[in-house]
């Protein structure tokens, strides 16, 4: 099994491609900073990076990633819900 060593049969290969792939999997889980194969959030926007759903249904109306019927009914909604919940609160 080991007749040319460790470093010479290529066992060494398979801790490296697991060290590899776990830092793979990280830089992916943490959010896209490539903005790649859509995945996690963009670095700048998004709900966890303190936008009141308010803040982003502007920013995406002004991106003109909807419409004004689509934002008004937005904020609309996120107005009555707040209201409910103030309400049961």
């Known amino acids: 099994m080991w007749e040319h060593g460790f470093w010479f049969s290529g066992w ?7 060290v590899a792939v776990c830092f793979f999997m990280m830089f992916f ?3 896209n900073r490539l903005g790649c194969m859509g995945m996690g959030h963009d670095e700048t926007h998004g709900a966890g990076h303190g936008e ?3 803040d982003i249904a502007r920013r995406r109306y002004a991106e003109g990633k ?7 009914t937005i904020l609309k909604d996120l107005s009555e819900n707040r209201h409910e919940v103030v309400k049961s609160g």
């Open 12 to 18: 060494w290969l398979i801790p490296l491609l697991f």
């Open 29 to 31: 889980m943490r959010g």
């Open 52 to 54: 009141s759903p308010e």
């Open 66 to 72: 909807i419409s004004r019927e689509e934002f008004q």
